[in-house]
């Protein structure tokens, strides 16, 4: 399995700035997705980061809002820009299994972010 | 639409075993999975199936898929305090290209 590393873990941030969430992943991956978990609820899939073009946003999700970056096949971004208190929610990222295990997702820890 | 419906919530004792119920409405879903997510973390994969499939079992684990009325269930047997947690549901659509359905997920609530 993917071995994943997310970072921060959390933070706390003054509405109207902006953090970039990381994401590692250990083996080459050829799918990440973000993911949104707004408290007590499941999962809303941001967009797909593509490796060497734009993300794929999904249906309510713009790129000035969530900027994606994909430099390579291990790592992603995610830009949470101009936050609003609204946006405090758990970012995941996710990763496809890779060879021999391509039909499982495997998830980051997430960020727990809140807006003041 | 696609739709994927858990109960909220669960109570088991511990020992007991604990059961919880999907439905799913996309027939053409290849691979059914369950998640775990414990408090403040990101989620596991604890187990899938494939949809040409009726049971699989993996330790205290068994999934049982009803592809007819489009059901699936996930046992732990010996229910332990440290199986806290929201378990989802989620279904993988034949052209979905990874993006999964989710449920809103089960807490599953330990009584000693």
């Known amino acids: 399995s993917a071995v994943i590393s997310q970072k921060p873990s959390r933070d706390i941030c003054q509405r109207g700035t902006s953090l970039t969430i990381q994401c590692q992943v250990d083996s080459q991956v050829t799918m990440m997705f973000w993911y949104r978990q707004q408290p007590g609820q499941s999962l809303t899939l941001i967009a797909t980061?593509?490796?060497?073009?734009?993300?794929?946003?999904e249906s309510g999700f713009v790129i000035d809002k969530f900027p994606i970056s994909r430099p390579n096949l291990t790592f992603s971004t995610l830009t949470v820009s101009n936050m609003s208190p609204e946006d405090s929610s758990i970012y995941l990222c996710?990763?496809?299994?890779?060879?021999?295990?391509?039909?499982?997702?495997?998830f980051g820890s997430g960020t727990q972010l809140s807006v003041l | 639409g696609e739709d994927v419906e858990q109960s909220l919530f669960l109570s088991v004792r511990e020992g007991d075993s604990s059961v919880i119920n999907c439905t799913y409405t996309?027939?053409?879903?290849?691979?059914l999975y369950w998640y775990k997510q414990e408090p403040g973390a990101g989620l596991q994969l604890l187990t899938y199936i494939f949809s040409n499939m009726d049971m699989k079992q993996d330790q205290r684990l068994t999934v049982l898929l009803n592809k007819k009325d489009k059901h699936l269930s996930l046992r732990i047997a010996d229910t332990q305090t440290g199986d806290s947690a929201i378990y989802f549901c989620?279904?993988?659509?034949?052209?979905?290209?990874?993006?999964?359905?989710w449920g809103a997920g089960t807490k599953l609530i330990i009584k000693p």
């Open positions: 989620a279904e993988s659509p034949m052209d979905s290209n990874y993006q999964l359905i």
């Open positions: 980061a593509n490796q060497g073009s734009e993300a794929t946003y």
């Open positions: 996710s990763v496809d299994g890779g060879r021999g295990a391509s039909e499982k997702l495997f």
């Open positions: 996309d027939s053409s879903s290849t691979y």
